[in-house]
């Protein structure tokens, strides 16, 4: 074996293994695969466990597999919900034909993966939540990680947690990507703009430990954020349904869940290791396995968020519907990409957006909306 | 106040209306008349004089299935879906705009509010101009107070 593919031995024991137990996923030489192990470290950005804080979950992943297998049929509250009550499996890919998933993302070799499952996680949101498949938001992981999270101190070698990422997105809101592309070298700087270009989460929801409660959030909001442990094969994941088949421990890592599957008795996650690992960078892992409900140690570990608030211009997009009620200012519009947004204001100027968009909307002229919370405060119509 | 009389089968009104016709009564409304300063039966939020801080708890828009069109449980009952504007019909009050329905007949833009008027105004037009199917909801007395285009 050639000392400079080490993987290839690596991987041919993963395989057997797999063989053994029937073969449950398939293991392919990936992108990962071929990294050194200290590059694959570089890619787990969440403090790995401690031993004895392994032991001490002796029994969880069992029990998080019955509780999940458990929530099917339960009833769900949520207004947005596609139903009453949960499905056996739900993918927010394939929801009656549209996809409230982003696309795949790469965090490059830094520790920063806490940050993309975070934005995944509330880029979901803002689109599953607005019935707007086409918001196709991108927000900034370079502004969350390599401002909000070096401010408290935390590195690419360090890792993070997503409790602190998910209250900076509360507090201080990340921008978009094109106000600070990422780069895993962190280099570049935020535009100065970024307050007038900005997603805030709200109504964070801490579901680490209930698969239940993460189940009707996904169903109800949209993907969460979720950590777990990373041992050796994951890295060589191709395809089915993940369960680690070796105790070395690689480290920690962080990535978006966006859906399940009770029949199989997986969840379906959105990893940020570009496309050329996993399933199109998307992967299965069965309920349970590798504390992805409760990591462990103290800190909590999945959470997510019920709306996404955006101050911002959006792309220049169709008015498909128009609403008003006989109150002084009510305005609504339902532009394309967004769902229906408040006509900011008050009468006045109630009645001058309306008089821009009746316009557009019978013309099929596009307008440009700016957005300000969930108020259209701003509207460009051009010819 | 002003009218349009109500005809079978629909008819166009504003050419042929006249003074003497807007001063008519109207047709027994199926409550009480409203005067053009009460505000709608419901929801709650909506019985006040309207302000922007009462305005933010007015209705929100409906949801739209796939095909745009509203749905939800909340509108089955005051809501008429995917009908045509094809008149439009004032007098000279400032919230005296009508619009026949078709197949229904002649509706009263909700007066109460002067912008509220306007706004609804402004999207039935819309629909007139480009043949757009609209769904609106009633009030008690039978006025459209909401209107989607």
Redesign the interface.
Known sequence: MSPERPHIAELAAVRSTLAERGNPWQAAETRMSRLPEDWRAARLGVPAPTSDEIAERAGQPESMAAAARGAAGQSVSALGAPSASLPSAFDLRDVGGRSYVTGIRDQGGCGSCVAFGTLASMESTASYTRGAPGLALNLSEAHLYFVHAKARGYTCASGSWPDDLYSDCVTKGVTFEDYYPYSDAGTGAVNADWPNRLAKAVGTANLTGNPAAIKQHIYSYGGVVACFVVYNDFFHYRSGVYRHTTEDVAGGHCVALIGWDDAAGCWLGKNSWGTGWGDGGFFRIAYGDSFIEDYPGTRPTVFGCTSVTLRAWLPAQRTLRLFATANDANGWAYLENYGWAHLAGGAHTTTNKLAELTHARGTGHQVSPFINGAELSSVLVAD | MATPVARKPRKAVPATVTAAEAAQAPPAPATAEAGPDT??PAPAA?MAA???A???L???????D?Q?IAIGDGLTVGWVHHRMITHLWSYDAVTGVWVWVDGIGWKR????????????C??A??AT??N?PVDYHE?AAG?I?????
């Open positions: 505000p709608p909506m309207a302000t922007t009462q305005d933010m007015a209705p929100a828009p409906p949801s739209l796939e745009g833009l909700s007066p109460v509010s002067e912008h509220g008027h306007s706004h609804l402004l999207l037009t819309l101009d480009r757009l009030d006025r107070d909401q209107l989607l285009v």
